[in-house]
């Protein structure tokens, strides 16, 4: 039977979701609340809609088109009452210049794999494939799994880029249709992870292990974000649990923090709450690289926005990765 999920994005071309160039899909839904999450649409399982204040020409046309009358063009900008929208799109599919916009589009999982699969021939020369992420994949387990499924019955490779917070009932269950996993540690202490988070870490580690076990090639992902995982102590003790517990990672990857997803909270009306926070600096970046691998993880890599010794912005392989950052 083909299921339906919610998609926010496929996005085409990556090359840091894992091997080869990649088609990644972003699924609705998360069920942890990061303080620095890059992609708050993914949080909530439904879809929204949302209005670009800059895209907007003001003829109103969304206005008039919709059923519900839950739009209105004010002097402060479009309001949009939420109570009365029921995301049918109409607004979306009258607007000219792409304002008005649903975040999370319903597909089945046999549409999905059929336009997942126009890419096949970039997987092919490039030894790459599909990620599936998110929010996280496996909160919508079922449809992930079908997507999955289908993608391996066309020969393509599959990665689940997954926070590890799920049952292992779940987990096991997607571990056979996927052969890799890239898996986020993003702090050990287990007081901050549940505050940064909002969940404990307990099933996240149990996970890690689960995963371990299962053989799949793993790529460990963890965001650098200033006074909340930047610590030498969270870097270090991360290395060691990979290093004691995850033996077959193949790649431990530091993402630097950056503020790009600023104006992405606008769009519903919310302050980012590290839009002061200083990125990394370069030196800081290769220096918890280098704790890393002073505990034994010998590929150790870093990438994103940092700032120099003489405060200038520099990009290092920056790509945008919204479960991991």
Known sequence: MTSTGIVTNIQRCSTEDGPGIRTTVFFKGCPMKCVWCHNIETIDAD????????KCI??????????ESALELTPDGMKIDHDKCQVCGTCEEVCPTGAMKVMGTHWTSDDLVEELLRDKIFFTTSNGGVTLSGGEATYQSEFAIEVATGLQEHGIHVALDTCGYCSEKVLRELLEHVDMVLYDLKVMDPKKHEEFTGVPIDRVLTNARIIAESGKTIWIRTPIIPEHTDSEENIRSIAKFITTQMK?????DLLAFNRMCTDKYKLFDLEYPLKDADLISKETMEHLAKIAREEGVSQVAWSG????????TTIENLEERPCAN
């Not at 879809?47 to 800059?54: E, G, S, T």
């Not at 926005?305 to 200038?312: A, D, E, G, I, P």
């Open 47 to 54: 879809p929204v809609l949302v209005w670009y204040a800059v």
């Open 248 to 252: 077959n990672v193949e790649r431990y």
């Open 58 to 67: 003001g003829d109103q046309g969304c206005v008039r088109a919709c059923p």
């Open 305 to 312: 926005m940092t700032k120099n010794s003489k405060n200038r």
